[in-house]
Each structure stands twice: as C-alpha cells, then as structure tokens.
C-alpha cells in the first residue's frame, strides 16, 4: 500500500535545504588568506651561527682526535718498548733459568757424587773399624799367647836351670867315673855337633890276623829336661833295632849310663864278632 506523505511536511524539508545552501554560498565568498590558521610562521633557523658552531664542533672533534692518535701512537710506541724489554728481560730470564739449570744439575751431581763418596768412606770406616776390632782381638789372642809362652819358657828355663844344675852336680861326680870307663872300655864321648847329641866312640883290639884297631860308635839324643826319654839316632857299624829299643827302653827306667855304654859295647862286640866270622 503506497505512503502518502502530507504537504507540510514535504515543504518544511525544502524550506531548510535552501536556507543550507544559502549559508554554503555565503561560506564560499569568505577568504582562507585572511584567516590566522592558514598563515604559517616564517622560521629564522640562524645558519651562520650554525656555521660557525659546526666549524669550532669540527675544530674540537679534530684536536680531540689528534689527540687521540698521538694517544695511541705514544701507547703504541711505549707498547712495544716495554714489548722490547720484555723480550729482552724474557731472554735473560730464560738464560738465567738455563744457568740455574746448568748449576742445580751441576749441583746434584756434586751431591750424587759426595753421596757416593760419603758412603764408600762410611763402608771404609766400618772396615776399618771392623779390622780394628778384628786386631786388638789378635792382640789380646797374642798377647795371651806370649803370657802362656812366656810362663812355659820360664817353666822350662827353670827346669833346664835345675838340670843344669843337676848335670854339673853329676858331671863333678861322673868325672872320675866318665874317665874309667873311657880307660877301661876304650871309649871316647865327644859331642855330636848338635843340642844334646853325644857321640860315643868305641876302640877294640885287632884281631886275630890284623893290625889295625877297630871302632864303633853310636850318637845318643840326650833330652832336655830329667823327664825326657834317650834315644839312639845313629850306629856304625849298624845294630839290631830291637836290640837297640831294649838298651833304651832300660836307659830311661833306670837313667844308668854305665849300663848303656856296657850294653852297646856288648852289643858292637857281638855285631862285629859275627860279621869276622862270615869272613
């Protein structure tokens, strides 16, 4: 159904669209260069002194960076003088540390060596001292020694005085005797070139058909002290062992030389006796 729209309606709408356009003219005739918001400010930006500032800007910024430079080529140059004497302190230091090297090993050596030394002289010391102890040991041993020898040879040289004294005793009383018997059995006692060996020399008559004398002898080892015992060393003309053995054997229980010289002269007789009758 169509809308019906009423006159006074429709005619109050145009009524205020030609009062808008009117008032849109009168706008269109108003001048924008007379109003204050269409006008700018005319800026003064002072470029001189712009100038100017930059200029003493760029001075100082240059002098600041001479400055600089000569800053770090003065640090650059003390850098590598210290560098320099670094190297050359590093260089004496690492020939002070070879010296030192050198020395200490020198050192330790000498040490070592000393070491050595001290030990083969301590090794030597305890040698000696086992060889000192070793002889005043032997010398106490040789001491003793010549105190038992000593005391034996006083021993012996005592009784050798008393036989001695005992010989000459009986030499003063066998005098006489020795001298008999030397008549009475054609014997002769001399001695035997050696300490107590007598030589006892026998003389008989010729025989039967001879001119000439015959002799027999015989060497006694005569002992040292009156406790020793005879022995006959030696005979000619060569007797009978056995024989021999009884005549000492009887020698050295009764220590009678009379019977000795009697029984050897019978002894030789009987020897030589048979010897002239296998001839």
């Given at each position: 159904?169509?809308?019906?729209?009423?006159?006074?309606?429709?005619?109050?709408s145009?009524?205020d669209?030609?009062?808008?356009q009117?008032?849109?003219?009168?706008n269109?005739?108003?001048?924008?260069s007379?109003?204050?918001?269409?006008?700018?400010p005319?800026?003064n930006?002072?470029f001189?002194d712009?100038?100017?500032r930059?200029?003493e800007?760029?001075?100082?910024?240059?002098?600041y960076?001479?400055?600089?430079?000569r800053?770090?080529?003065?640090?650059?140059n003390s850098?590598?003088?210290?560098l320099?004497?670094l190297n050359?302190?590093?260089?004496?230091?690492?020939?002070?540390?070879?010296?030192?090297?050198?020395?200490?090993?020198?050192?330790?050596?000498i040490?070592?060596r000393e070491a050595?030394?001290k030990?083969?002289?301590?090794?030597q010391?305890?040698?000696?001292?086992?060889?000192?102890?070793?002889?005043r040991?032997h010398?106490d041993?040789?001491?003793?020694a010549i105190a038992?020898?000593?005391?034996?040879?006083?021993?012996k040289?005592a009784?050798?005085?008393?036989?001695?004294?005992?010989?000459?005793?009986?030499?003063a009383?066998?005098?006489?005797e020795l001298?008999f018997?030397e008549?009475y059995?054609?014997t002769?006692i001399d001695?035997g070139?050696?300490?107590?060996?007598i030589?006892v020399?026998?003389t008989?008559?010729?025989?039967?058909?001879?001119q000439?004398e015959?002799q027999?002898?015989?060497?006694?080892?005569v002992p040292?002290?009156?406790?020793?015992?005879?022995?006959v060393?030696y005979?000619?003309?060569?007797?009978?062992?056995e024989?021999i053995?009884k005549?000492?054997?009887?020698?050295n229980e009764c220590?009678?030389?009379?019977?000795?010289l009697?029984?050897m002269?019978?002894?030789?007789?009987?020897?030589?006796?048979?010897r002239?009758?296998?001839?």
């Open positions: 159904m169509p809308t019906t729209i009423s006159p006074p309606m429709f005619s109050t145009q009524s669209f030609r009062t808008s009117a008032q849109s003219q009168q269109a005739s108003f001048s924008y007379e109003s204050h918001l269409t006008q700018l005319a800026p930006f002072n001189d712009l100038r100017r930059m200029n800007f760029t001075t100082k910024f240059d002098a960076i001479e400055r600089g430079r800053q770090v080529l003065s640090e650059r850098f590598r003088a210290r320099s004497e050359e302190e590093q260089k004496s230091t690492s020939q002070q540390i070879h010296s030192l090297h050198s020395s200490l090993a020198s050192h330790n050596h040490l070592g050595r030394e030990s083969e002289i301590q090794s010391i305890t040698s000696l001292q086992s060889h000192a102890d070793s002889q040991t010398r041993q040789i001491k003793s038992s020898t000593q005391c034996a040879i006083d021993t040289v009784a050798q005085k008393a036989y001695a004294e005992k010989l000459a005793t009986q030499s009383l066998n005098g006489p001298q018997w008549t059995l054609g002769t001695g070139g050696e300490d107590g060996l030589r020399t026998y008989f008559a010729p025989a039967r058909g001879q000439e015959q027999a002898m015989f060497e006694l080892q040292d002290s009156g406790n020793g015992g005879y022995e060393v005979a000619k003309p060569r007797l009978e062992s024989a053995k005549v000492v054997t009887r020698l220590r009678d030389i009379a019977m000795l009697k029984r002269r019978m002894l030789f007789q009987e020897t030589m006796g048979e002239m009758i296998l001839r």
